[in-house]
């Protein structure tokens, strides 16, 4: 019996039946990345993970609006400057600029890793009229106060309101001491030291500023996300996600920010996937315990032995649920370079296979059936890549058993056989969205291959060597390739 979807909400800090609010459809937002410096692997992770819950929903025939925001203004270092711009002075670049390169770097990963595009990815200094507005609507519900041209949130009173300040994180009020990462010089602005900036007045050398009611300045990183989800996905949505290191303040305040110009929770779901490790130790810049996605591609680090690729990289995180740390080692890599492969070599020779017709309904035939279902209630259990894939691997047994006849087509019917199929190809493909990079190379070499040899067939004919030209084409014929000559040239396909 196949279970529904449950995914674990933490707001309600458990499993819960996913039910879209509109039949048939879901909205879903992810806090994109920050685009002033090279995306990490960690990033990477989290992206991966909603990239397969994107590619999940729409396999269950959601219509998914999958909404993924560029943070280009607002979030600031610990020092208080605009991470954005500190970075496009050290450049020496226009911060717009350098939004677009980091932007662009980002895009070329996720297409490395074989990621669905979202639906809308809307840019933080693109809505700055939308965020102006919400600024002025919390303050019209009077949850927020004007001080010195800045804007701060009124933690107390919406508290005081809606009692749910610190739901999400479980943090209390009373022992919220200004853990946010945008105000630190103007901590004495503040009624209560939990009360965060909406909108900021700029200092004279701040270069990312606009005009507003209330100063020249820029908005406050969590209300851009409050913005740019109800913009495009309504008051309430069903699904927020973000790597839990965002848990608090970003999204504790997005949902202040929210009711406080709504009066209406945003999220139905909230989802928070979890860290990335190295060699047991939170993945990190400051202590050295990082690689980039280039340096684990060609093995340019003293943390790997060799380069792994974007696949192997891939398999490896589908081997831990998105909601558990994972441990980048070497080891688990060469694990995860066998255990990727082995995969590529059951997909081909499935793609070969076919069922003769008939068969029995078997122990087998009842076995390959169960492990079907099973994979996908593991992945309606709150996406569990690592169990599903474990199933998916069941699977492989099946299939190298047919092929080496160690299992006949006998013991199992067309139709479970045709479900087989389907069903590998989908999560492999379709789901997990992995590809076969060696297939790719080898067909590329192939090609190569071809080319080369229509080069040297052209250059026998035009020494009018009709022995050479005559013995390629034959022997090309022979391994399955037909070559044409035409007026345009020589083309060559496969037969
Ligand atoms: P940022 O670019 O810092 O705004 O982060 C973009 C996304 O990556 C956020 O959802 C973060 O939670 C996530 N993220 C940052 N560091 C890690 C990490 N080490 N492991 C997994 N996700 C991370
Ligand atoms: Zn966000």
């Not at 079907?372 to 199933?391: C, R, V, Y």
Request: proline share 3%; aromatic share 10%.
């Amino acid at each position: 019996m196949k279970n529904k979807l449950t995914v674990y909400n933490s707001k309600a800090r458990k499993k819960e039946i996913f039910e879209p609010i509109h039949e048939g459809r879901v909205g879903m937002y992810v806090c994109g990345p920050t685009v002033y410096s090279e995306v990490h692997l960690g990033n990477v992770r989290t992206f991966v993970s909603f990239d397969i819950i994107y590619r999940y929903l729409l396999h269950l025939g959601y219509k998914v609006r999958y909404v993924r925001n560029i943070t280009d203004v607002g979030h600031l270092t610990d020092g208080g400057e605009d991470k954005v711009s500190a970075r496009a002075k050290l450049e020496q670049l226009e911060p717009m600029e350098l939004v677009q390169k980091y932007s662009n770097m980002f895009h070329e990963m996720m297409a490395i890793f074989n990621t669905k595009s979202p639906s809308v990815e809307p840019r933080a200094t693109g809505h700055l009229i939308e965020q102006i507005e919400m600024v002025k609507d919390i303050l019209d519900n009077g949850f927020a106060y004007e001080q010195n041209g800045s804007v701060y949130f009124d933690t107390l009173k919406f508290n005081d309101k809606y009692k749910s300040y610190g739901q999400l994180s479980g943090r209390k009020i009373d022992e919220l001491f200004s853990e946010t990462r945008d105000d630190l010089k103007n901590q004495d602005e503040k009624h209560h030291p939990s009360d965060f900036a909406i909108w900021m007045k700029a200092s004279d050398e701040h270069i990312m500023k606009w005009n507003s009611p209330w100063s020249v300045g820029f908005p406050g990183w969590h209300l851009e996300c409050s913005v740019m989800s109800t913009k495009y996905l309504g008051k309430t949505f069903d699904i927020h996600g973000g790597g839990n290191d965002l848990k608090f303040p970003h999204h504790e305040n997005e949902i202040a920010q929210n009711i406080g110009c709504t009066g209406v929770e945003p999220a139905k779901y909230w989802l928070h996937s979890n860290m990335l490790l190295m060699n047991g130790k939170k993945m990190s810049k400051s202590d050295g315990n990082t690689i980039s996605p280039y340096e684990l591609f060609t093995g340019d680090s003293p943390h790997v032995s060799k380069g792994y690729s974007p696949m192997v990289v891939k398999f490896f995180m589908l081997q831990s649920h998105y909601r558990s740390t994972m441990d980048l080692t070497d080891q688990a890599l060469q694990a995860a370079e066998k255990g990727y492969s082995k995969l590529m070599e059951a997909a081909k020779a499935l793609d070969k296979m076919q069922h003769p017709g008939n068969g029995n309904e078997t122990e087998n035939n009842k076995k390959l059936l169960t492990t079907i279902d099973n994979i996908i209630s593991d992945m309606n259990d709150d996406f569990n890549t690592p169990k599903a894939l474990a199933g998916v691997f069941e699977l492989v047994n099946f299939i190298n058993k047919l092929k080496d006849g160690h299992l006949k087509y006998s013991d199992i019917t067309n139709e479970a056989f045709e479900k087989l199929k389907e069903t590998f190809n989908q999560f492999v493909f379709d789901i997990f969205g992995l590809k076969d990079e060696v297939g790719s190379q080898e067909d590329g070499l192939f090609d190569g291959m071809a080319e080369l040899l229509i080069t040297i067939r052209n250059e026998a004919r035009a020494k009018k060597d009709w022995a050479t030209s005559d013995l390629i084409r034959d022997k090309l014929l022979e391994i399955g390739v037909q070559l044409k000559d035409g007026k345009d040239g020589t083309s060559w396909s496969r037969i």
